[in-house]
């Protein structure tokens, strides 16, 4: 079984991309052949600074591998290593229509907060059906928000392969029932679109200053408080066992239980889980030339496999 997934280098990573994806990631290499990438050919649909997306990039590559990425099980490396992915694009856009591509709700979610509606921007799609089917991918880690661009991946597999003869393998999603959509610290979807992120990286300060800026009710100190419509509550029992989490629950129901109290709680368990990450973190990032040569042997081993996916495709529309 091969497994794929990627994240792009668009900001510095924050628990909701940890939750939704990266923990995931890290256990699934475990079970099969595992693919991970740093997406930063879609990261330049957000940013236009070139220095700023390579120091994102690595410090993708230090945060996965803190987290327990191991290179000798999952092929790990950068989206732009492997160019045959842009061919790939290309050969699958022939059989994607418009009309499919104008109702993805991530372009339209881009749109409605402002962005420019870019070529890149609408056939991003696109890119990452080619991502996914370039490498022969059976299973593909998502959250249940981008499972549409899934759905648009089988979909243009689908097509090519009645129009073209049999070329790519249909993936199927893997959605943790227990992974639910984390919420930023505004109430929204954790996003660093949205700046309203717990950065697993962050300084000391910068984590401090994101939990006790979570956004509260006015609800007075004495007022018994529902826990389960208080973003705090909603963080805290994501990385919370059963137990700390009824804790929570039971204080903030019987009253006298403050948010800025909750929210020091929360400050002491995110600390307390990501301790061994930041230390391993700092150990990667004082020897950055074994990161760059982890990513290049995994995009070695990535384009290996791509060769012979594009060949195959190539040779099914007649560019031998």
């Known amino acids: 079984m091969r497994i794929l997934s990627g994240i792009q280098p668009s900001g510095k990573l924050h628990l909701g991309n940890y939750l ?7 256990e699934l290499q475990q079970k099969g ?42 092929v790990f490396f950068r989206q732009s290593d492997v160019p045959e992915v842009q061919e790939l694009t290309w050969l699958l856009s ?15 979610d881009k749109l409605a907060h402002g962005k420019e509606a870019t070529h890149a921007l609408f056939s991003y799609p696109v890119l990452m059906a080619a991502d ?11 959250g249940k ?19 073209f003869g049999e070329t790519f393998k249909i993936p199927e999603a893997y959605i943790p029932e227990a992974v639910a959509i984390v919420p930023g610290t505004d109430g929204q979807k954790m996003s660093k679109s949205y700046g309203n992120t717990i950065q697993i990286s962050g300084s000391p300060a ?6 006790m800026g979570i956004v509260t009710d006015c609800a007075p100190l004495e007022a018994p408080k529902d826990p389960e419509s208080n973003n705090i509550y909603k963080i805290y029992k994501l990385l919370a066992t059963p137990e700390q989490a009824e804790e929570m629950a039971k204080n903030f129901r019987a009253g006298g239980y403050g948010y800025g109290t909750a929210k020091k709680e929360l400050l002491r368990l995110f600390n307390e889980t990501f301790a061994p990450f ?9 020897h950055p030339e074994t990161v760059k040569e982890i990513l290049a042997a995994g995009a070695e081993r ?19």
């Open 206 to 211: 910068e984590i401090k200053k994101a939990i």
């Open 278 to 286: 930041r230390e391993r973190r700092a150990e990667l990032a004082a």
């Open 33 to 74: 052949e595992t693919y991970i990438f740093i997406a930063n050919y879609h990261a330049l649909t957000t940013i236009a600074d070139a220095a700023l997306l390579r120091q994102n990039t690595m410090d993708v590559a230090l945060d996965f591998l803190a987290l327990g990425l191991d290179p000798e099980k999952t």
């Open 132 to 142: 996914i089917l370039l490498y022969q991918s059976d299973l593909v880690p998502v």
């Open 145 to 163: 928000d981008q499972r549409q661009h899934l759905e648009i991946t089988r979909d243009i597999a689908t097509k090519f392969n009645l129009k």
């Open 20 to 26: 939704g994806m990266m923990k995931q990631c890290v």
């Open 302 to 320: 990535a384009r290996k496999q791509a060769r012979i996916t594009l060949d195959k495709a190539r040779a099914a529309v007649g560019i031998d």
């Open 94 to 108: 022939i059989v994607e229509p418009v009309s499919r591509l104008e109702l993805a709700h991530s372009y339209k």
